[in-house]
């Protein structure tokens, strides 16, 4: 049993680190932060965990009732906008002291959307849902959901200490950080393009 459990924790590792919507997400909000860049990890992993097992839940609970094409349409829409909303975010939002400040429920709530609406976390979910006891299932969604908070975590600490340890100028840091809001509100917008 533990076995699966572990299994959850790297796919929920992998899936973290694998989509180019979390970096761009988490991006603006590491770079140059001088302390604290793990919590913005951990409040965004939180909520994309919490998101995930409520689209799992909903998954087991409505796989036999509903067109799975419609539901990931409008997933992937949702998702475009929450991209949009974090670049825009990311390209608004002040630097300096004011980014040194303690994550917000924002950082969650975005996180949570894309819990929530992530098309491939679910297929990552996916055979364990149908396949396994329930026992098994909430082995691995409850690994998967650890798995991917403690690696953005990770990854909002390690974009932190990389732009420090680079000594990112603070007109570099703002280059990179309007670049990676720049990048996120692109792809939020192809994915919602994509989805109609």
Known sequence: MPLIALAGVGS?????????????????????????????????????????LLAAGALLVLLSAVHLEF??????????????????????????????????????????????????????????????????????????SVGSTLAMSALTAGIAAVSRARRLSAKVATHVTRGASSLSILLGGVWMAGSF
Not at 21 to 40: E, F, I, K, N, Y
Not at 81 to 108: D, H, I, K, N, S
């Open 12 to 52: 929920g590792a992998l899936h973290a680190l694998a989509g180019p919507d979390h970096l761009l997400s988490l991006a603006p909000l590491s770079v140059g932060r001088r302390q604290g860049a793990w919590r913005v990890g951990l409040m965004w992993g939180l909520g994309h965990g919490l998101g995930t």
């Open 71 to 144: 539901v990931d349409r409008w997933a992937e829409r949702v998702a475009g906008l929450a991209l949009l909303g974090m670049g825009v975010w990311g390209l608004t939002r002040r630097q300096g002291a004011e980014a040194e400040a303690q994550p917000t429920r924002g950082v969650a709530a975005v996180g949570l959307v894309h819990g929530l609406t992530g098309a491939s976390a679910l297929l990552l979910l996916l055979p364990v849902t149908v396949s396994g006891t329930a026992v098994e299932q909430a082995l691995f969604l409850g690994g998967f």
